[in-house]
């Protein structure tokens, strides 16, 4: 026996002869979240759970290992837990839990030792285009649990949608959250969640080690706040919360006091419901069209106050003070790289690397993470799963390496994988573009080095049947990875979707933007 298999793959397995049978087993003080899960997951499998082969688990602090390290000694009588910390048991156990299904309890007699690669591992839920109910977070919490992913992203606000209440602001959720129709059709399409939401989801994220981190886009991305607050917008323009996708132009004036009052005002509330889980505080920053800061009477005076040569200096100047307000609070703000328009970043930031525009600009990324207080990856050629699989095949998600040439290590905080919805409207199709990409991410998240995509294949199989029995279905592998013509076939209706009329419609609505605010200037 060559492998284990296990996803994501330990970092390191040392097996011995024989098997131990596991049908019967005996939890030593089952009192931790991860035991009990793991005693009602090997019941349901229909083994028992009470007497037979003992299962001992403890933490041990001076372990040669990282945080969330572990050892499992499957010996000849029992099976042996230590752990560095409580992450590490819940990650024992959460490795045990998939063998007990793929070996259907009688288990290969080895030591696992293992500790993560990277210590933030995310993925992100956008909830902005389209609204996923609580127990959908719920099962994508779970989902992340069995991948060994301990944070989710969730992206809260959209265009299309604002999905967190904000007491302050309750229009935001009253009339944000609702778009007339969408993408796909011409129904209305709405939801958020409640404070009381929220804190559900963060207390059953935090009991499987999972830290949520809150989006707040800004100050792009922002058209359901304006419609809301048109006094949000350069012109006080009365707009409708986006119903397709595609990049808009209204977006918070970076001029007025208003605007950072408001953010202010939002970001408090947010701390104050996020902030006991999370030291980060994402705020967006991706995307910012500067068209209508370049008309504005308030922006314009704001550059011309604070020095900022052009609009892109006035961006940068929204997101520092932003950072400003976010590290006196006591959290690190994360923000997505803007496109073309980074100036620089925030010293104290975590830059959250998302396009491959940057592609053969290794310097530009090297440049803006060394600057920063850390670098998240997301770079959307491996790890953009709303992607089809034309695009971007699991073996492409498998070649992800997290860590740019040329980078520091230690600057390399961690990687999300990110399910963007604009073209995801429910859970099942979420996990037909999830899985098996989730499964070939996580693991280039928690295990360093070169990786043989053969190889993870063959451990593949036992996984998808281990998740599909979670109510999580996979696609086929003939469909992860495409032939060539049919990957250029979707690469290609992809792309001609991207391209829809909302590029028409922006140019118009410039046009008409810049008719009536130019003379004011
Ligand atoms: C992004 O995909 N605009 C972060
Ligand atoms: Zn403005």
New binding site residues.
């Given amino acids: 026996m060559s492998r284990l298999t296990l996803i994501p793959y330990p970092k390191r397995v040392d097996f011995k002869d024989g098997r131990l049978d596991c049908t019967r087993v005996d939890i030593v003080g089952s009192a931790c979240f991860a035991a009990r899960d793991f005693a009602d997951y090997i019941t349901q499998l229909g083994y028992s759970v009470g007497d037979g082969v003992k299962i001992n688990y403890s933490v041990n602090s001076a372990l040669a290992l990282d945080k969330e390290g572990y050892i499992i000694d499957i010996g000849e009588g029992s099976i042996d837990i230590s752990a560095s910390d409580d992450a590490g048991i819940r990650y024992a156990f959460c490795s045990l839990r998939q063998l007990m299904h793929n070996y259907q309890g009688v288990l290969p007699r080895c030591v696992i030792t293992d500790e993560p690669y990277l210590k933030f591992r995310g993925m992100l839920l956008d909830a902005g285009r389209y609204f996923y109910p609580k127990r959908d977070v719920l099962k994508l919490i779970d989902l992340c649990y069995y991948h060994k992913l301990n944070v989710l992203h969730w992206h809260l606000t959209e265009d299309q949608g604002w999905r967190i209440r904000i007491d302050k602001y309750p229009l935001l959720t009253d009339k944000g959250s609702r778009r007339s129709h969408t993408n796909f059709g011409i129904r209305p399409h709405g939801g958020y969640y409640t404070k009381e939401d929220a804190r559900e989801i963060i207390e059953y994220a935090n009991m499987r080690g999972i830290e949520v981190i809150p989006e707040i886009d800004l100050p792009g991305h922002t058209q359901a706040a304006l419609a809301c607050y048109p006094y949000l ?3 006080d323009r009365k707009l409708k919360v986006a119903t397709h996708w595609g990049v808009k132009h209204d977006v ?5 006091e208003s ?1 950072y009052q408001f953010v202010f005002d939002v970001l408090s509330e947010i701390i104050e419901l996020f902030g006991g889980n999370t030291r980060y505080i994402h705020i967006g920053g991706d995307e910012v069209f500067r068209h ?2 370049s ?6 005076e ?1 550059m011309e106050r604070e020095g900022l040569k052009d609009e892109q200096e006035l961006q940068a100047y929204f997101m520092s003070r932003v950072c400003d307000w976010v590290v006196d609070k006591g959290y690190t703000p994360i923000v997505w790289n803007g496109l073309d328009c980074d100036k620089r970043v925030h010293e104290k930031a975590v830059w959250h690397y998302w396009s491959d525009e940057h592609g053969g600009s290794d310097d530009l990324v090297r440049k803006f993470a060394g600057e920063s207080g850390g670098y998240l990856n997301s770079n959307s050629a491996h790890v953009y799963i709303d992607f089809p699989y034309g695009r971007t095949s699991l073996k492409k998600s498998y070649a992800f390496n997290p860590l740019p040439e040329g980078l520091p290590e230690d600057k390399l905080v961690g990687a999300v994988l990110t399910l963007w919805t604009e073209y995801i409207p429910n859970f099942k199709t979420a996990c037909v573009r999830l899985l098996p990409r989730a499964c070939a991410l996580s693991e280039t998240m928690w295990l360093k080095g070169d990786k043989d995509y053969k190889e993870f294949e063959s451990r593949l199989m036992p996984m998808v049947r281990y998740l599909k029995r979670e109510g999580f279905k996979s696609v086929p592998l003939r469909v992860a990875n495409p032939c060539a013509l049919r990957g250029a076939l979707q690469k290609a209706w992809f792309n001609r979707r991207v391209m829809h009329w909302q590029g028409l419609h922006n140019l118009i609505d410039d046009a008409n933007v810049e008719r009536k605010y130019k003379k004011k200037r």
């Fill in positions: 917008g350069c012109f918070i004036c970076a001029g007025k605007s209508r800061w008309l504005c009477p308030h922006c314009r704001t």
